[in-house]
């Protein structure tokens, strides 16, 4: 199933694996909970460090 969404926690409750994409190309592919707790884009650690209150580290 491919879902997309703008929301990270609701995405990281119900997927496995995620794909981070900027400007319609993905810049970051793998583990849900690997790419939140340690992201390796920029874009992405942008992103991730925008929601305030998202925590992953008990999934």
């Known amino acids: 199933m491919i879902y997309i969404s ?4 609701l995405t ?6 995620i794909a ?8 970051e592919l793998g583990n849900s ?3 939140m707790l340690s992201p390796s884009d ?7 460090g925008s929601r305030i209150g998202l ?5």
């Open 6 to 9: 703008h929301n990270l926690s």
């Open 12 to 17: 990281l409750k119900i997927a496995d694996r």
């Open 20 to 27: 981070v994409m900027n400007s319609g190309k993905i810049v």
């Open 33 to 35: 909970h690997e790419i």
């Open 42 to 48: 920029e874009y992405t650690k942008r992103l991730v």
């Open 55 to 59: 925590c992953c580290h008990n999934h």
